[in-house]
């Protein structure tokens, strides 16, 4: 008997459109680009058609020659089709590894290389930037362009398709899918998931979902991170009418959720700062909502504050998960408009009660008493199965069955947990950045974005963004600082001149690097 996509052995995104389609195939799915992988079938979908596309898709690799186990890396622009062309190869048991369309060349050919020889699904630009920095054929068994043309790649429409490909399920222990870590210190890692550990980060936020399920839900994130298939797998189940954007700029996005009205918004944390322009907008785009869903960083008080205060929803909610790659969520905290105004935006929750456990650890790894800063570790069985070629790494964040988050913070007498900073970011003479950039941002109104990382010789440097571009006035600076530590005098960017992951998360290390050096250069990943 075939088992269904939420059965108790794993959760395999190959059949999630599809099981979806048979329950609710005629609900729509809205995009804001054309898929790349199918131009001309527009932006207006449905639960049946993406079914129907993942299957095709499915048997074009297939036709290419992809097999059960073998690696599918999926760099392209970015586009809602990568994740088609995720669940496409793992329906037919391959395991999808989804590379960042931000990544550079040179951090692309390197995670390439820990690849067994993958079938690369790319378009020419992309390839373009990639064949001129490595030996693309020789890291890739086969280049599959989505559009382009490129010497020696095969162009994925043009794949003759001799008949269906099997539906093909791995054990749930088995490799399922590779996504990469953020990469805010260095080369990203390349985590290895199994559909076991897949469905036990799915089912909590499945629980967590229903208090809004079957509402209209948008989801503007990163389509390389696992949360995004675990957003797709909660409301594809509860029939849904989804908005999948992949354009953050409010001007793009207001209209659309002005006239689709979504009871759900998830977005990363940086651009719902971006979207606090939204409050205002016409069409009120903010108004039905009554859950925010914020993962992959903290997020500002002044940026939930601002959201919750647009929607007319009775019983509105800001539901923050704090997790990594690695471990999916580990912990869970509820904004009310009430409780974000209390403004403690370093509590990032509790552990999720059944599914995972957090503590505080000295640099030995032995648990402190609460209140005390230390580093916070955390057991979970929705953690990954290792580093793709690099165990050493992997192992060397393990304290027995628990997993070190490389962050630093406490926990209160009750279990809340307090993010402090990262433990690379730490500054001697500033008890958290986090800290200082939560308050700042809620006494300048006009930042877009505030940093504070080390300079060179150890002072606290702040880099700011202002929403305007507008230079920020130094007395409104020296009122708003007068109390926090001492810090050198700030350093104004752009916001796009900052180097961010695909989650938008700012790499600190890198744009400290960058100001020692005076460099404005921008790295992406």
């Known amino acids: 008997m075939q088992q269904k996509l939420f059965g108790a052995s794993g959760f395999y995104i190959g059949q999630m459109f599809r099981e ?33 596309l993942v299957d095709r898709l499915a048997d074009q690799l297939w036709s290419a020659g992809v097999r059960p186990a073998s690696h599918v890396a999926i760099h392209k622009r970015d586009n809602v089709d990568i994740a088609l062309l995720g669940c496409a190869a793992s329906r037919i048991g391959a395991v999808p590894v989804l590379l960042s369309p931000g990544l550079d060349a040179t951090a692309a050919s390197i995670l390439l290389g820990r690849l067994d020889r993958p079938l690369l699904v790319t378009d020419e630009a992309t390839l373009e930037r990639l064949a001129a920095h490595t030996d693309i054929a020789k890291l890739t068994s086969k280049r599959v362009l989505v559009s382009g043309v490129f010497p020696g790649a095969v162009a994925l429409s043009g794949l003759e398709v001799t008949g269906r490909a099997k539906l093909v399920r791995l054990h749930p222990d088995e490799p399922a899918m590779i996504t990469h870590s953020s990469g805010t210190t260095d080369v990203p890692k390349l985590a290895v998931h199994c559909a076991r550990a897949l469905w036990n980060r799915l089912v909590p936020q499945k629980v967590m979902a229903l208090p809004v399920r079957g509402e209209t839900a948008a989801f503007c994130m990163s ?50 700062v971006l979207w606090e322009d939204l409050a205002d907008a016409p069409g009120a785009p903010l108004k039905n909502v009554r859950c925010f869903g914020s993962t992959f960083d903290a997020i500002h008080p002044r940026t939930v504050q601002r959201l919750l205060a647009a929607s007319h929803r009775r019983g509105k909610y800001l539901m923050q998960l704090y997790g990594q790659s690695e471990t999916g969520p580990v912990a869970v905290r509820m904004f009310t408009e009430r409780g974000a105004a209390r403004g403690n935006g370093r509590l990032v929750g509790i552990g999720i009660p059944g599914f995972t456990k957090v503590r505080i650890t000295n640099d030995a790894g032995t648990p402190v008493p609460r209140g005390t800063v230390g580093h916070i570790e955390a057991r979970t069985r929705g953690r990954i199965v290792t580093y793709q070629g690099a165990q050493d790494r992997y192992d060397a964040q393990l304290n027995g069955t628990w997993w070190r988050m490389g962050d630093m913070g406490t926990r209160s007498w009750w279990g809340g947990l307090h993010l402090i900073d990262r433990e690379i970011d730490q500054i001697d003479d500033v008890d958290s950045n986090l800290r200082i950039e939560d308050v700042l941002m809620s006494r300048l109104d006009e930042l877009r974005e505030i940093v504070v990382v080390p300079g060179a010789d150890g002072v606290a440097v702040p880099v700011i963004c202002t929403r305007s571009g507008a230079p920020l006035e130094p007395a409104r600076w020296r009122r708003a600082t007068a109390d926090l530590p001492a810090m050198d005098a700030p350093r104004q960017w752009a916001f796009d001149d900052l180097p961010r992951t695909s989650t938008w998360k700012i790499k600190r290390v890198a744009l400290a690097q960058l100001i020692a050096t005076g460099d404005r250069a921008v790295a992406r990943g």
């Open 20 to 52: 979806a389609a048979m329950r609710h195939g005629a609900v729509p799915v809205v995009l804001d680009r054309p898929l790349d992988v199918a131009p001309d079938t527009g932006l207006q979908h449905s639960y049946r058609s993406l079914a129907d």
């Open 223 to 272: 389509f390389v991170h696992s949360r995004f298939y675990h957003a797709l797998g909660t409301f594809l189940s509860g029939g849904s009418r989804l908005l999948l954007l992949t354009d953050h700029d409010p001007a793009s996005v207001g209209p659309l959720l002005a006239r689709w009205q979504p009871g759900v918004v998830e977005t990363h944390p940086n651009t719902f």
